[in-house]
Structure formats: C-alpha cells, structure tokens
C-alpha cells in the first residue's frame, strides 16, 4: 500500500512547502547567474551582491514569483521549467548581444528580432548561428518532452491562488518602497541604459523594459494647458529670403577616434571631419545609444522627442511611428514648399522606415534596392561613397528647395576579431593587451577613413552647386567596442559630435546640443521657425537642463502621439504617398532575341540588380545588364500575358517594394 505524506487544512503537504522553499533557493541561484552573465565578470558580480544586496535581493524576488506561477496548473514541473528556461535564455541572449554592442538587452530587442534577421550573418559566423539554432532546438525539445511525460498533480488552487497573489503583492510593494527610497530607479532613470541595468540588475531592468511604452498622459492633459504651452512660445519671424537646401547627414559608428586616450594611429582617420569642425560650427551631441539604435537617433532629429519619456530601451520606429503620423523636420519644410527625400544605402524595410517614412512627411526614399554602382566592403555593406551621387539626384530632381536626411551605413560592425585576408587596415599602437579589439579597431579605423573621404567629396560637390545649400553631418552612436568612459579624453560614451557646411555664410558660435534639439537648432540657422516641438525648442534656446521645458516638452509628445492633437489646432497630418527612389523605374518595351541564344530584353529606365520581371504575377530570373537594359531567358510569353518589372526587398526576395505599369504581350 502506498505511503502519503500527511496535508494540512490548505491541501498540500510538507513535500509542498519544501519544493517552494527550494524555488527560492533557485531563484537566488538563478538571479546570480543571469548577473554574472550580464556582468561578465565574477568579482564585479559579487561586488553587486555585497554593495547592493536588496537590489540583488528584489531581482530574486522577481525570479521567484514567476516561478510560483507554476502553481497555478496541474503539470507544475513543466511550467517551472518553463519560467526557468524564460530567465535563462533572456540572460544568454543578453550575454550575446553585449558582445557585439553596448547596450543590454531590452523587451524591445525581443520584437525587433524580425526586423534583423537579415543581418545576423554579418553578426555571428555560420558555426555561431548553427549552435544557436541546435540551442533552440534543444530547449524547445526539452520544454515538449516535460509536457508529455510529467504527470499531472492535484493541489489546492484556491490556496494556490491565494499563494501566488501574496507573492505578487509582496513584489509590488518592494517595488513601490525600493523606487521610493531610491534603491531601485524609475524608469525616468533609465536614460542610460547601460548604466541602469548595472545599478538595477538585469531582471528589474528588463521587466521594466517590458511594462513602459509611449508617452505617459501628463496628469493636468486638456486642450487649455496645450494651447498654453503653445501660446508661451516665443514669436520668431523668419527673415531669409533665399532659404537654402538643407541636408541632415547621420553616420554610422561615426566618430572622432582621436580621442581615444594612449592610442595612436598609422593615419588620421578623420582629417575631412576635423576641417569641418574647424571651418564652421560643432559641438557634441547627445545621443540616445551606445554602439547600437541607430532609428532612435534618428527618431531623436527628426521629430524633436526626447526618447527619455518613453518607454525604456522602446524603438519608437517599431511601436508607434510605424502606425500613426507626426510632426517632423519633413513635415515643416514639406509645408514651407520642400521637397523631401529620405536616403540610406542599406535595405529599405530596417526599422519599418519603408512605413515610418511616409508618416514623417517624405516623399522619396531611396534605398540600396534603387542603387546602382555600389561598392561593398569586406563585411557586406554598402559603402558610403554611393551616396554623393544619390543626394545630388535629389537635390536636382526639383527646381525649388530640397530637404535631404541621408543615413549612411559603411562602418557598421561586427567589427573582426581576427584580420580579414586582404582587407586593408589602419594600424593602432597601444591595444596590444587585447588582440581581438586591436583588429576590430584596425578594420574600422579604414572604413571610418573611406567614410570621412566620402564627406569630402560630397563637401566638393556641394562646394559647386548652384543653390545655397546647408549641411549638418553627426555619428549616431559610438562603434560597438564597449569604450568605457575611462578610455576618451573628450565627450562621453552617449555622446557623438556634428559639423555644420554650407556653401554660404553661417553664423553660429560652436554648441554642445541634445540629439533631439539638433533638428530645431538647425532650421533656427535657416530662420525657419514653424513646426510645434521645433518651435518648443527654439523658444527655450536649447538649454541643458530645465524641468519646465522637458515637462512641457514631454505634455507636446503625448498630444502629439497618443493624445486629441490640440497642438495642430484642426491641422490635419496625413501620411505622403512615398515614392521609393527619386527617379522611378519604367518598363518601355519588351523585345525577343532573336539574333542570340533566345530569351528577352526588358528596355526601360533607373533599373537595378534588384529589378526583378514579373510574368503574369510570378517572379522570372532575371539578369541585370545596365540601367536600361533587362534579360529573362526563360520568359515565354502568349498574347494577353502580362509583364512587368519590380523592385523586391533585399531582405526578402518575395517583398516588392515598386513596381512599374504592367505592360500586356500582345504577339
């Protein structure tokens, strides 16, 4: 006869009680694990547990209460091993990421995943991804086989209800006292996150990361504050009578790498960029991101919001931008008679901007896919140099004044640990310590070179346009080498720099700015002085800090964004008809060969490699011959068929971004 352990009046059994005192167990194992994976360093991590232990402490509690979620359903080992798994793979993925960049992992980071498939190959080498893959695999095998083989255990659930809340409500106390002595930081406190995630732990961090999104409603929010905020602003008229074209230029990885501290350089890799802070106004920068977020910065600049009222480590490109329309420099220079083009030589549908775009008031956006004479670096990606041509087609594609905002992508990482046979480097002295970083700086150190060389050549044309024409170039973050704060002898790790060239007269005095405050500042240069956040920030004169204009900043964002829009007074603000590339593809004529080997040429204008022919709907291989000139092989069309040439997605060959009319077979 079997023996059962006596139960108490809740139902469970001494048995029970020992297994939630060795969930907690668990959970404080668990918590210094993750940490010290997040940490990357045994000492540090200890050194958290002793000078922090109630912050250690609550990331445990936060462990142990997922945990007892298990409680609650019949197969309580498998859902142990679930949650346990959950914590588990969220530390090893953080571990990962921080290998590549600076910044931890993010609730973000987890639906963004979809968006960068298409670039872990450049991040992780094919044996990397195939483990990865195997450890997927295995956890969710492993996860399958507990459903089928645990056995099912009848308990209490009142009791277990009742157990479970306890502990919830028990986190959320210590949640509201930790972050009311200021043992834990509010989410406003996340402004850097790296920073964050070491002072708060990983798990507190990311659950926060998790639960805050948008722009909170302020708690006074009605159409009378707003319009007060908006009659507060100072009256600037505009006094220019020749406005200029206007180009903003966002470099990635892009930086000053002199001021790196007890490292020298067989070449200078930025002489373009240190003549240009010279000649003409710069400052530092702000930035949202370390060695990776190269949307948020740009977010930042185009719409004037300051990316601290949102949620922690939130892409606002991924949740809201890509879903509502909002004011930005586009839109106030759409308004004042500019064109506007959008250019980047990467693929078009990162970060959804094939979406975003149209809801900031562009109305061209030229992508690689629209791209032609495109050189590669060693890594894959495109260089800078194409983009000189790119942005004079823009710029000469109108007879009135143009707004051009130019993403360049060149000196993306991963950078190599180990040097890439025949790539050329620029030699560092004084990393020695660290061969790995030493080679990954060489690397980049030459594609910051060619990028800086693109600067001067595009300097030199615009030198020689007809039009007077303002340039603002920036870096949108650091390189992802983890630089400490220690290792620069100027700025700070969430700091990059601008440089303002024009090819006439502008008076400004050098200024440290924020990364949201850039795109005013710049049109206060050009006496442009319209747009409701733009307009916020030329009133306050673009001030470090003062809590009155962040917190009217922050009521114009909600209204903005999630708000009633009493800001626009009635104004409305529809998405433009975005038209990818500034010159569109045309199919002309279709013509058989009947000199050659069979087959047929597509005539036309602006193709592409990307340009792919259609027949009747599915996609024909297709070879690209010149910007005119198509050949399909395999065609073989009848009378009524229809063809036509489509521009597909370099991140997804089944994703038409533009096509061009359909042209009917009629042989």
């Known amino acids: 006869?079997?023996?059962?352990?006596?139960?108490?009046?809740?139902?469970?059994?001494?048995?029970?009680?020992?297994?939630?005192?060795?969930?907690a167990l668990v959970a404080l194992v668990m918590n210094f694990v993750i940490e010290l994976l997040a940490r990357r360093n045994f000492s540090d991590t200890i050194s958290f547990l002793i000078e922090r232990p109630l912050t250690f402490l609550y990331g445990a509690l936060i462990i142990f209460f997922t945990l007892s979620l298990s409680l609650l359903f019949r197969k309580r080992t498998f859902f142990f091993c679930l949650a346990v798994v959950f914590w588990m793979a969220l530390a090893l993925t953080d571990y990962i990421l921080l290998r590549f960049r600076s910044m931890p992992l993010t609730a973000a980071d987890i639906f963004l995943m979809s968006a960068t498939r298409d670039i872990f190959e450049k991040y992780m080498?094919?044996?990397?991804?195939?483990?990865?893959?195997?450890?997927?695999?295995?956890?969710?095998?492993?996860?399958?086989?507990?459903?089928?083989?645990?056995r099912s255990r009848r308990r209490s659930f009142s009791f277990a209800l009742t157990y479970v809340t306890m502990?919830?409500?028990?986190?959320?106390?210590?949640?509201?006292?930790?972050?009311?002595?200021?043992?834990?930081?509010?989410?406003?406190?996340?402004?850097?996150?790296?920073?964050?995630?070491?002072?708060?732990?990983?798990?507190?961090?990311?659950?926060?990361?998790?639960?805050?999104?948008?722009?909170?409603?302020?708690?006074?929010?009605?159409?009378?504050?707003?319009?007060?905020?908006?009659?507060?602003?100072?009256?600037?008229?505009?006094?220019?009578?020749?406005?200029?074209n206007i180009i903003f230029l966002q470099m990635e990885s892009f930086f000053d790498a002199n001021y790196l501290k007890d490292v020298t350089y067989s070449k200078n890799p930025v002489p373009v960029f240190e003549s240009l802070k010279r000649s003409g106004p710069s400052g530092l920068l702000s930035v949202p991101a370390i060695g990776a977020g190269t949307a948020n910065t740009e977010f930042e600049v185009l719409t004037g919001m300051n990316l601290d009222h949102f949620g922690v480590g939130e892409y606002p490109y991924m949740t809201t931008v890509n879903k509502v329309t909002t004011e930005s420099v586009a839109t106030v220079l759409q308004e004042l008679?500019?064109?506007?083009?959008?250019?980047?030589?990467?693929?078009?549908?990162?970060?959804?901007?094939?979406?975003?775009?149209?809801?900031?008031?562009?109305?061209?956006?030229?992508?690689?896919?629209?791209?032609?004479d495109v050189d590669y670096n060693p890594l894959g990606w495109a260089k800078d140099s194409v983009l000189t041509n790119e942005i004079l087609k823009a710029?000469?594609?109108?007879?009135?004044?143009?707004?051009?905002?130019?993403?360049?992508?060149?000196?993306?990482?991963?950078?190599?640990?180990?040097?890439?046979?025949?790539?050329?480097?620029?030699?560092?002295?004084?990393?020695?310590?660290?061969?790995?970083?030493?080679?990954g700086m060489e690397y980049y150190l030459y594609q910051l070179k060619e990028s800086d060389k693109f600067l001067g050549e595009l300097t030199r044309t615009l030198a020689n346009f007809d039009e007077p024409t303002i340039l603002v170039v920036y870096g949108d973050h650091l390189p992802s080498f983890n630089i400490q704060q220690e290792e620069l002898s100027y700025g700070d790790v969430q700091s990059t720099e601008y440089a303002i060239w024009a090819n006439y007269p502008v008076h400004a005095e050098d200024r440290d700015?924020?990364?949201?405050?850039?795109?005013?500042?710049?049109?206060?240069?050009?006496?442009?002085?319209e747009g409701v956040i733009m307009r916020h920030h030329q009133s306050y004169g673009f001030p470090e800090e003062n809590e009155v204009y962040e917190s009217k900043l922050e009521a114009l964002e909600?209204?903005?964004?999630?708000?009633?829009?009493?800001?626009?007074?009635?104004?409305?603000?529809?998405?433009?008809?975005?038209?990818?590339?500034?010159?569109?593809?045309?199919?002309?004529?279709?013509?058989?060969?009947?000199?050659?080997?069979?087959?047929?040429?597509?005539?036309?204008?602006?193709?592409?490699?990307?340009?792919r022919v259609y027949l009747n709907g599915a996609p024909v291989e297709t070879e690209f011959r010149s910007e005119g000139l198509l050949f399909v092989r395999e065609l073989k069309p009848r009378v009524g068929d229809e063809i036509f040439v489509a521009q597909i997605s370099i991140s997804d060959e089944t994703q038409i971004l533009s096509q061009t009319k359909t042209f009917e077979w009629t042989q």
């Open 125 to 150: 080498s094919h044996v990397g991804l195939l483990l990865v893959m195997l450890g997927i695999s295995a956890a969710l095998g492993a996860v399958c086989y507990l459903l089928l083989t645990t």
């Open 1 to 23: 006869m079997r023996k059962t352990e006596p139960r108490t009046l809740t139902g469970w059994s001494t048995q029970d009680y020992r297994a939630l005192l060795c969930d």
């Open 558 to 611: 909600y209204d903005m964004l999630s708000g009633d829009r009493y800001s626009l007074a009635g104004r409305p603000l529809e998405p433009t008809q975005l038209q990818f590339g500034v010159e569109e593809i045309v199919l002309t004529a279709v013509v058989e060969d009947t000199l050659g080997s069979g087959g047929y040429y597509l005539r036309g204008d602006h193709f592409t490699p990307c340009s």
């Open 167 to 244: 502990i919830g409500l028990t986190l959320l106390s210590c949640t509201l006292l930790l972050q009311e002595n200021g043992t834990l930081d509010r989410a406003s406190g996340f402004s850097s996150l790296p920073k964050a995630y070491h002072r708060n732990g990983f798990c507190y961090s990311f659950s926060v990361s998790l639960l805050t999104g948008g722009v909170n409603q302020p708690k006074e929010y009605s159409e009378e504050n707003v319009k007060e905020i908006i009659d507060e602003q100072t009256d600037l008229p505009a006094t220019a009578q020749n406005r200029p």
């Open 337 to 372: 008679g500019y064109a506007t083009h959008a250019i980047h030589n990467n693929n078009a549908t990162f970060y959804d901007r094939n979406i975003v775009y149209s809801n900031l008031s562009f109305e061209t956006f030229t992508t690689l896919e629209y791209m032609n």
């Open 395 to 439: 710029l000469q594609s109108t007879d009135g004044r143009d707004f051009v905002f130019g993403v360049s992508v060149q000196a993306h990482g991963k950078y190599p640990t180990e040097p890439i046979e025949g790539a050329p480097t620029i030699r560092v002295s004084g990393m020695d310590d660290n061969e790995g970083r030493k080679n």
């Open 513 to 529: 700015l924020q990364t949201y405050q850039l795109g005013a500042y710049i049109l206060d240069l050009c006496d442009i002085h």
